[in-house]
């Protein structure tokens, strides 16, 4: 009894609610809270700049939002997203300088930049900010060159050009208490600006002097003589020259026409005449849609009426009666601020209509199984928890039983609806539901089968399949005769003696669907045509257009058939379908097939076999479907599964032709030691640095509808020709690419193919590493020219080196031996006639002379003792026998620092023959008894000493200098090398041979 007085109490409730116009309507909002990204749940104020991104301002930060990501500025943020304070209050955007304007409260103002998201420090707020900075900023309008900033007492303007800066007590306007004027918003309409103040009225102003040119007091607002004070929450200007007015007093409508202003009831009802409202945006359309205590309305253009609208994911709609903040963007969406966070809803015709948990209580259907139409807006939901009544146009939802789980509700030739569920049939009728059988006692035998497809063929046919392989049954409803048609009766081969549907074409041919047969079946003679399918999953449903049947096997996908069942094509997941696990097909309008699955729905367009997916979060139910649950009637197609079903009107697929605003939304550039963000919405190049690791180039696709299904595709005109698609994913990760000029283009397409690229591409400039750079590789052509130059340098000088030993050795060869052996020959002439013994002598002293010399030559030649140690060894072996035959003590000595040294061949014969020539004039002339050779360093050069204790003679007596010592001068010089000789009368000799360096 109470719970019928309570559904009567809210019928009435609804009716009277009729009388005033109102309506409802369910929309699927698309919701953001702080799981999401969003800084706040407490929203105070919506803006989209003109590059299309969202700004929403919060109590406690800024948020700039791209349809994917929210990225926040708030006071303790790094210095590129640092502002104020974080109570943001208001915010306007100065569209010609790219520039964003923020208030917060007890913070004061904060400049961002729109082209690169970040903040900037705008010098014109400096002196504002001094005076603003401990002030309640509540409101602010940007007229020209004029920031007007409304506080709780007074107004302030800001020359943004100069930065001259107007407090209250200097605008002054004679009449007007500018100090205590509590501003509470500060619109544009036309070309003037309007100040709403709460308890006094509005102010408009000249936007040129920035006076005022009109005042209207509250009182001009009181419609009805209310006692509370005024309170304005929102002004929006409307069409041309109005302004709407959201007040504690309810919905104004201001025009501007002639001289002085005027204000009306814009709608004249309960809705807006005196309730509060919050918040006004008008529609393209030109609906204008409030916010109040109750909710959110929509008033339709021209008409009286109003529709509440409510969100079909939240039937409680707590949210809805707190919507401070409404904002209508460039596509015709309605963004709601609130306490509870962000939404917004398409004014389009949404498709899904989701039907899950009632309206006026907790009922909630939790998986559904069968459903069927029993009146205008009343339904039948069977389930896995009971059977459901479903008020569609008030959502509410009533438990009829909740003993068994129902599989099966269709209606029979005389309208009456029989149910089946786990326990049997039954009849639907005034007082609930009773077994078949006493309705239709011929139904006694099948009274216990629980059946699950139903098909009214005839007006006194019924055909009958059940759940538990029993085949399927006909059943005359006026005879009562009943015949069963299955393998075991050998009348109708069923698979497994499974049916799992039955479907009537356009011709009234009747198809019973097995697990892989289909038989075209006459219920009246019981004749039957096989259509065997190829083994590709479970048959489980049909449908027909105008030359094909379509249908639904499980495990394959989409199948198209001819008529007479031939030219088997099957769409799976590889062409676009959500899943191969299909449950349910539907034809819409012989031009759209509706597809149910395991995964979401999809709709195939016929003309162009084109897929569209849809799932929970475009407003389905769940993203699961349940086998059986479904059917068609009028323009509406009804399908469950968990979580309820959903009411789907075809009408409401719109192809979306507006393709997707694309920007680069932000690029990391990853080096050994950092990591350099970069944001600039019309960058046209960018330089990376030589020693970078990886390029990160993200994306942003400005479609709020479905921002998850929005795909991307690149190509790099330097790398590849054909474009590379990257799917969903909106960034792209650059690494090892070579030094120089890339060109990068981006595109990005909706789920309806409209699709839009960057209007300018990308040039990457990747800077080149050290040595990699043109200078490098010319140091390096230089480097490698001048090592070659030189090498043939070197080459030619050996080989001058080698014909100058060359020419040495023929001089020495002419000078020395051959000199010696013409004077053999001589000799050797002269013993012919004179003294052969005298003579012979000569000539063996000529010829030992000549094979020493022939020995000191081939031993310069010989590179085993081109050290300074085999050099003086050599000296010691030519002196020792000269030194001892005349009884001379011979001491040769070097050190070990030096003994090994390298000498060139020229400084070695060189050395060899000053050394030689010096031990012969020692021994001819010295009369030394002591000889002392020896190899040092004097200053770090390399010194030949020789020294003897003999006579030594007078320097300055040049008849003692004879040839030798010339020919060591010269011999010396031409190695390099410096000749010094030091001696005196009775002091010996020493002969010095230092190397200049």
Same mark, same amino acid.
């Given at each position: 009894?109470?719970?019928?007085?309570?559904?009567?109490?809210?019928?009435?409730?609804l009716g009277y609610a009729s009388l005033w116009g109102q309506q409802k309507q369910f929309h699927s909002f698309h919701n953001y809270t702080q799981k999401d990204g969003l800084s706040s749940y407490n929203i105070t104020k919506i803006r989209q700049d003109k590059f299309g991104f969202f700004w929403i301002a919060t109590q406690d930060g800024l948020n700039c939002f791209d349809g994917r990501k929210f990225r926040v500025f708030n006071k303790v943020a790094q210095p590129l997203l640092a502002i104020k304070g974080n109570n943001v209050t208001d915010l306007v955007e100065d569209t010609l300088h790219n520039r964003l304007y923020l208030a917060a409260f007890s913070g004061g103002l904060s400049c961002i930049n729109t082209l690169t998201q970040t903040t900037l420090q705008d010098r014109a707020l400096q002196q504002a900010n001094?005076?603003?900075?401990?002030?309640?900023?509540?409101?602010?309008?940007?007229s020209g060159n004029t920031l007007w900033i409304g506080l709780y007492e007074g107004i302030c303007s800001l020359d943004l050009q100069t930065g001259e800066f107007s407090p209250p007590d200097k605008l002054a306007w004679k009449g007007i208490p500018t100090d205590t004027l509590r501003v509470k918003r500060i619109t544009t309409c036309g070309n003037r600006v309007v100040i709403c103040c709460d308890g006094y009225g509005l102010i408009v102003l000249d936007p040129k002097s920035g006076k005022p040119v009109n005042t209207l007091p509250a009182s001009m607002l009181n419609f009805y003589d209310d006692p509370v004070a005024l309170e304005f929450w929102n002004g929006e200007p409307g069409k041309g020259d109005t302004l709407y007015l959201a007040t504690n007093w309810g919905l104004r409508l201001m025009h501007f026409k002639g001289l002085q202003p005027t204000i009306e009831n814009p709608i004249g009802n309960s809705i807006t005449d005196k309730e509060t409202v919050f918040a006004c945006t008008p529609d393209a359309a030109g609906n204008l849609w409030i916010t109040n205590k109750q909710g959110l309305y929509r008033l339709t253009k021209g008409k009286g009426s109003y529709t509440l609208i409510q969100d079909v994911n939240n039937t409680e709609n707590t949210w809805g009666s707190i919507i401070y903040v409404l904002f209508n963007d460039k596509r015709n969406n309605i963004w709601a601020g609130s306490e509870e966070g962000l939404s917004y809803v398409s004014c389009h015709i949404n498709p899904f209509e989701k039907y899950y948990r009632s309206s006026i209580s907790p009922t909630r259907i939790q998986? /559904?199984?069968?459903?069927?139409?029993?009146?205008?807006?009343?339904? $039948? +939901?069977?389930? &896995?928890?009971? *059977?459901?009544?479903?008020?569609?146009?008030?959502?509410?939802?009533?438990?009829?039983?909740?003993?068994?789980?129902?599989?099966?509700?269709?209606?029979?030739?005389?309208n009456q609806i029989l149910i089946s569920n786990n326990q049997g049939i039954f009849i639907r009728n005034q007082e609930g539901l009773v077994p078949a059988s006493t309705v239709y006692? /011929?139904?006694?035998?099948?009274?216990?089968?629980?059946?699950?497809? $139903? +098909?009214?063929? &005839?007006?006194? *046919?019924?055909?009958?399949?059940?759940?538990?392989?029993?085949?399927?049954y006909v059943w005359n409803c006026k005879s009562g005769q009943i015949r069963s048609f299955s393998r075991r009766q050998k009348n109708l081969l069923l698979d497994d003696e499974t049916v799992t549907s039955l479907f009537m074409d356009k011709q009234k041919n009747l198809f019973v669907i097995s697990t892989s047969t289909i038989f075209r079946f006459n219920p009246v003679t019981g004749e039957n045509k096989v259509y065997h399918i190829p083994d590709k999953g479970v048959l489980m449903d049909m449908c027909e257009t105008s030359h094909h049947y379509w249908l639904a096997i499980y495990g394959a996908g989409l199948v198209r058939v001819n008529k007479d069942f031939t030219g088997l094509r099957i769409f799976s997941e590889k062409e676009g379908l959500c899943n191969n696990g299909v449950n349910k097909v539907f034809a819409y309008k012989d031009n759209m097939i509706l597809v149910t699955s395991?995964?979401?729905?999809?709709?195939?367009?016929?003309?162009?076999?084109?897929?569209?997916?849809?799932?929970?979060?475009?407003?389905?139910?769940?993203?699961?479907f349940e086998q059986s649950s479904g059917f068609q009637t009028g323009n509406f197609i009804y399908a469950g599964g968990i979580n309820g079903f959903t009411r789907i009107n075809p009408a409401g697929f719109t192809n979306d032709t507006i393709p997707p605003q694309i920007r680069i939304s932000g690029i990391q550039i990853h080096t050994p030691g950092s990591t350099k963000d970069t944001t600039h919405l019309q960058m046209q190049?960018?330089?990376?640095?030589?020693?970078?690791?990886?390029?990160?180039?993200?994306?942003?696709?400005?479609?709020?509808?479905n921002p998850d299904k929005i795909s991307f595709a690149y190509k790099i005109d330097e790398l590849q020709k054909d474009w590379i698609d990257i799917g969903h994913q909106n960034n792209i990760n650059l690494i090892g690419l070579a030094p120089g000029t890339y060109s990068l283009f981006v595109k990005a397409m909706n789920e309806d193919g409209a699709m839009s690229s960057l209007s300018v591409p990308l040039k990457l400039i990747y800077l080149p590493k050290w040595y990699q750079t043109l200078l490098f590789k010319i140091s390096i052509l230089l480097i490698a020219g001048g090592i070659l130059l030189g090498f043939f340098q070197y080459r030619i000088f050996q080989l001058r080196q080698q014909q100058q030993i060359r020419k040495d050795i023929a001089s020495d060869l002419h000078d020395d031996i051959g000199s010696t052996l013409n004077t053999v020959k001589i000799y050797a002439h002269l013993a012919k006639s004179g003294d052969q013994v005298n003579l012979l002598q000569q000539m063996e002293e000529s010829v030992s002379q000549a094979i020493t010399g022939l020995r000191d030559l081939l031993w310069v030649l010989d590179e085993k003792d081109d050290s300074v140690a085999g050099l003086l060894e050599r000296i010691k072996k030519m002196t020792s026998p000269v030194t001892i035959a005349h009884q001379i003590a011979l001491h040769c000595s070097t050190n070990e620092a030096i003994g090994g040294r390298i000498l060139s061949k020229k400084e070695k014969r060189n050395l060899l023959l000053i050394a030689k020539e010096a031990v012969n004039n020692a021994i001819k002339y010295a009369d030394c008894t002591m000889l002392e050779i020896r190899f040092m360093e004097v200053n770090n050069k390399l010194t030949l000493q020789i020294r003897d204790n003999g006579k030594g003679f007078d320097l300055n007596d040049r008849s003692d200098t004879g040839y030798g010592l010339r020919n060591m001068q010269d011999r010396a010089t031409q190695i390099g090398y410096q000749l010094k000789l030091n001696t005196a009368p009775g002091n010996g000799v020493e002969v010095w041979v230092m190397k200049n360096r």
């Open positions: 009894m109470l719970r019928c007085f309570l559904n009567t109490l809210l019928f009435l409730c001094v005076f603003l900075s401990k002030k309640w900023i509540r409101c602010l309008a940007l998986h /559904a199984f069968a459903l069927y139409m029993e009146g205008k807006d009343s339904l $039948l +939901c069977g389930a &896995s928890n009971g *059977l459901y009544q479903v008020n569609l146009a008030e959502r509410s939802i009533q438990r009829i039983d909740s003993n068994s789980a129902y599989y099966l509700i269709g209606a029979l030739p005389d006692p /011929a139904l006694k035998p099948l009274q216990h089968i629980q059946m699950n497809t $139903l +098909c009214s063929y &005839s007006d006194s *046919l019924v055909v009958l399949s059940s759940l538990f392989n029993n085949g399927l395991n995964n979401g729905l999809s709709t195939l367009d016929i003309p162009s076999l084109r897929f569209r997916n849809y799932a929970q979060s475009d407003g389905l139910h769940s993203n699961a190049s960018l330089k990376i640095p030589s020693d970078v690791l990886q390029t990160s180039i993200f994306f942003s696709a400005l479609h709020f509808s």
